[in-house]
């Protein structure tokens, strides 16, 4: 079944079948490491397939990022990442994420399935900032903070001319408005918001597209405890 609704599904988001054997694999990774560690709520395969995978997939809808540097900031799992670099294997690509288990089991992945060009990182993304700033082609993230503390972990990655791509859910105007600021004051605005559907679902998202259009100012990104006690 499974593999059904990636055939039907997977060229919707720009991808090829032909990396169906590598997603299935990954899926059984996952599901396996799942009994021993928090990994993932979503625990059926066909649904792994749609609100895991093709969700990750449906990034590509808001940037072509063939041959580019892209962060994942807060990949847990690896998520949008590596069904990214799964199905578009020139993307370059940093998986970050604050819990060192994750981490480990994103490194037995990546081994797992021969994925090159990835490096996995422990860390929090407002320290990594420091040594990695306007390094990254792109930004990733699903389901890590509120975007007003969200741009401010994850722009001052972004080269200008960079994009970053925030990953949310359709009630998000309220969140949306509340950013602005932030966004502006990190050198970024708004390019578009993009709602879609997940292939073979009715599960409709939204892909905020967030240009660079100048350099962060060197104040930012703040502590966390700052981010989170005075959001911009
Ligand atoms: N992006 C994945 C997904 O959509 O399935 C994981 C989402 S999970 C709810 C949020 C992840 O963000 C966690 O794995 C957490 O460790 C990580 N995280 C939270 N704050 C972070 C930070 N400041 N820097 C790096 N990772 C962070």
Redesign the pocket.
């Known amino acids: 079944m499974t593999a059904a609704i990636l055939t039907e599904g997977l060229p919707q988001v720009g991808a090829e079948v032909s990396c169906i054997p590598a997603l299935k694999q990954f899926s059984r990774l996952l599901l396996e490491k799942n009994q021993v560690m928090n990994l993932?709520a979503i625990t059926d395969p066909d649904q792994v397939a749609t609100l895991?995978f093709l969700d990750s997939l449906a990034v590509w809808q808001g940037a072509d990022l063939s041959g580019k540097d892209v962060i994942?900031?807060?990949?847990?799992?690896g998520?949008?990442g590596v069904p990214l670099k799964i199905a578009h294997p020139d993307v370059r690509l940093t998986l970050?994420?604050?819990?060192n288990k994750?981490v480990d089991f994103l490194r037995e992945v990546c081994e797992a399935l021969s994925l090159t060009d990835v490096a996995c990182v422990h860390?929090?993304?407002?320290e990594?900032a420091a040594g990695h700033r306007e390094r990254y082609d792109a930004a990733v993230?699903?389901?890590?903070?509120n975007l007003r503390l969200l741009a401010e972990?994850c722009l001052p990655l972004v080269k200008v001319g960079g994009v970053f791509l925030a990953?949310k859910s359709t009630d998000c105007e309220e969140e949306l408005a509340e950013a602005k600021n932030a966004i502006k004051l990190l050198g970024g605005k708004t390019e578009r918001v993009v709602d879609y559907t997940i292939p073979t679902t009715d599960v409709v998202h939204r892909l905020v597209v967030i240009r660079k259009l100048s350099p962060t100012p060197a104040k930012y990104p703040r502590r966390?405890a700052q981010i989170k006690k005075q959001p911009l």
Do not use: Q
Not at 72 to 77: P, R, S, Y
Not at 96 to 99: K, M, R
Not at 123 to 126: D, I
Not at 141 to 145: D, G, H, P
């Open positions: 993932t895991h994942d900031v807060g990949t847990g799992a998520f949008p970050l994420d604050s819990l994750r860390g929090r993304a407002e990594f993230s699903r389901a890590v903070a972990l990953m966390f």
